[in-house]
Each structure stands twice: as structure tokens, then as C-alpha cells.
């Protein structure tokens, strides 16, 4: 089983980024994937999740701002992540399950600052 992070970097704020995972190793097309960030000095928070039957939840904050998708014929979930602030900055982890606490990946780190 492997996740593979991809696409973060240095963004100034109000900027736009897409994340991608890449999955390999299981039944993607069957099982629900997350994403999940962890900030400087805080624990791991729940982004989004997004369940095989295309059914979509997210963090409060996180609405209107961020957007989870997912290309089963790729095995790859994405997260476009538009008004980028600060507090935005952190490294972003996909998971398997629809909570962020199942298998992650490395994860990629996303900076927000001007």
C-alpha cells in the first residue's frame, strides 16, 4: 500500500494550490480517502474526506476554500486549495478512510507567505 503526495510548495497568500495523491496497492475505487494537515507545533487536523460513492465532507474552515476530488481510473485524490492564508501553512497528508487516520502518505509541505 502506498500514498504519494505531490504539488505543494510556496504560495503567497490569497494564492491557489492542487495537492494530488497518487494510491497504489488497494481497492481505491472502493475506499474512502481524506486529507488531513498538520501545522508547526500543532496536532493532526481532519481537512475533507470523500467516499467511493462520491459523497464529500469538510472541515468547517475549510468550505467554500478548498475542494476534494477524486479520478478512480487514476487511483489519484486531489485537493484544490483556493484563498490561501497563513494558518493555511502546514504539511497536508492524504489517508486512507474518510477521517485522516488511516494510512497516510509523507506528505507535502504548504507554505503560505508573502
Known amino acids: 500500500v502506498q500514498l504519494v503526495e505531490s504539488g505543494g510548495g510556496l504560495v503567497q497568500p490569497g494564492g491557489s494550490l492542487r495537492l494530488s495523491c497518487a494510491a497504489s496497492?488497494?481497492?481505491?475505487?472502493?475506499?474512502?480517502m481524506s486529507w488531513a494537515r498538520q501545522a508547526p507545533g500543532k496536532g493532526l487536523e481532519w481537512v475533507s474526506g470523500?467516499?467511493?460513492?462520491?459523497?464529500?465532507s469538510y472541515r468547517d474552515s475549510m468550505k467554500g476554500r478548498f475542494t476534494i476530488s477524486r479520478d478512480n481510473a487514476k487511483n489519484t485524490v486531489y485537493l484544490q486549495m483556493d484563498s490561501l492564508n497563513p494558518e493555511d501553512t502546514a504539511v497536508y497528508y492524504c489517508a486512507i478512510g474518510p477521517r485522516g487516520l488511516g494510512l497516510r502518505g509523507q506528505g507535502t509541505q504548504v507554505t503560505v507567505s508573502s
Open positions: 470523500i467516499w467511493s460513492d462520491g459523497r464529500i
Open positions: 496497492g488497494f481497492s481505491f475505487s472502493s475506499s474512502a
